[in-house]
């Protein structure tokens, strides 16, 4: 068995969606049956022969090579088995992911992992904007599972987070974790302004001194045992994620936001 | 059966079904860890009197621990689901929530969920937050020492209690030492308790007593000071009795431990002054395991 493998054969103008191409929604059919599903061009619909090379009959694990940013959906509500896409993802990557694995070798767009409650997503490249957020009119982002990215952040990471963990080796942008509810963002870069605004509560783990709103308080510098379990954990992602358990446990931590209760912590590791 | 110049009893223990979990106790350093672990299994050598059996199993190094401190491994014994549950959360929220520096986790993993941290976390009166690390919850309760950290549950399983061996020897003294080297032997194995003091009970009991309220009283044909008195089992060269008894969370842990018990008293010889061994049972009516010595020795 060869995985199921969609090679985009011109990058397309117009967005298309590829929330179908899941392990569950693919299960069982053969390369030729995947050829002649439809897909959306715009207002035309065309068979996804057309637009994408399909080899491979493994429909558990499925490769999609494109340089586009404009495949969007990838990963749509799967609950198994693995998609990985070699190049560029486009917006709501693993959206409402229950399970299974993602792993995109480059970029990918906003919103990548909204709604997703399990499972776990790797971007080699930089995320968009909204990681991990709630899209406009859901009232939860993120509520479980993990998002590894090797790049960078945009703004917005884990808007209304829920649950789960979303795990950033470069920068994040401004409002980083911000109308959290709870889980647990990790930056190991940089992060912009209004770090954390409203949330309520959650964890922001960061290595350099945050720009916070003023509705932060200062808690001092604290010894906190989860983040042994936690760092522990980690180790499982590997990359750049692996060694994190030498920082130890002792954090500079801030409580807020106030105006929202204040049992967020945004804390730093010296 | 004579080995190594003791007689081994053709009798055998009869056990329990009893219910059982395993919870990992962690702190600053291994002192503080095992005052925690001392103090949660104090007064739980029997469940007649106790509501539980509980002790502690095993220190355990910084790398076997959830978070790298050190700890103990704590098991603990009760006859129902229900008991168990109970006792976990007054011994827990009692011993170890108190002590400096302590957290608690699960030490087993079933489909039996018992709450640690589920009910515990209200002593945070509100400022406790959860964290969900790995697929389990973990409780983060403020204490006056920083954060108490708490698994929310730990699991029990169906276990073996009241496996035991006795030991006569011709006095106190000689039964006394040998059955503290049988006690150190057989704690070195994990998933087995010998819950009376120093894992040695000296008031081995029959089921019943001429007292109405009484639902077991004194082994009266194993007590030398009633030899010729009542039909004692006991020749005239036996000054004392003691009994090991022995909870697991398996019968072959039971069986096992049995057995390193036995062949640790045998090698002794009879220069220990260890005359015999017997266990003791209930015509094997009562409960549902049985060891017989000379089978688990032979």
Known sequence: ?270 | MVINGIEIEDTFAEAFGMNATRLIITAINPRWARIAGETMTGFATSVIGCGAEAGIEAELAPDQTPDGRPGVSVLLFAMSGKELEKQVERRVGQCVLTCPSTACFAGMTSEKPVPLGKNLRYFGDGWQSSKQIDGRRYWRVPVMDGEFLCEETTARTSAVGGGNFLVLARGLPEALAACEHAVAAIRRRPNVLLPFPGGIARSGSKVGSKYKALMASTNDAYCPTLRGLVKSQLDADIGAVLEIVINGLTEADVREATRIGLETICALGPESGVVRISAGNYGGKLGQYHFHLREIIG
């Not at chain 1, 897909?39 to 558990?60: A, I, M, P, S």
């Not at chain 1, 130890?248 to 590791?269: H, K, N």
Request: hydrophobic residues 35%; contains cysteine; glycine residues 18%.
């Open chain 1, 1 to 270: 068995m060869t995985a199921l493998t969609l090679q985009l054969l011109a990058p397309p103008s117009p967005r298309i969606d590829l929330s179908a191409f899941t392990p569950d929604g693919l299960a069982g059919q053969s390369a030729d049956e995947v050829r002649r599903l439809p897909l959306w061009v715009g207002n035309q619909q065309v068979e996804t022969g057309d637009l994408f090379r399909v080899t491979g009959d493994d429909t558990d694990a499925i490769l999609i090579r494109s340089d586009s940013d404009r495949l969007d959906g990838i990963g749509t509500g799967m609950t198994r088995g693995s998609i990985r896409v070699e190049g560029r993802a486009g917006a709501y990557l693993g959206r409402r992911q229950r399970g299974g694995a993602i792993a995109v070798t480059g970029d990918a767009g906003p919103f990548a992992g909204s709604g997703m409650s399990g499972g776990t997503i790797r971007i080699g490249g930089d995320a968009g904007d909204f990681l991990g957020a709630a899209i406009a009119g859901e009232r939860r982002g993120m509520r479980g599972g993990r998002i590894e990215v090797l790049g960078n952040a945009g703004d917005r990471v884990g808007d209304h987070q829920r649950r789960g963990q979303i795990l950033i080796n470069g920068n994040a942008g401004d409002y980083c974790g911000s109308r959290m509810v709870a889980g647990t963002i990790l930056v190991l870069g940089r992060t912009g302004i209004n770090t954390g605004l409203a949330m309520r509560r959650g964890t922001l783990l960061l290595t350099a001194e945050p720009n916070l709103p003023p509705t932060f308080n200062d808690n001092g510098t604290q010894q906190l045992a989860f983040l042994a379990l936690l760092t522990r954990d980690l180790a499982t992602a590997g990359g750049p994620f692996e060694q994190l358990k030498s920082r130890g446990t002792r954090v500079r931590r801030w409580l807020g936001d106030l105006g929202y209760g204040g049992q967020g912590e945004v804390l730093v590791w010296g």
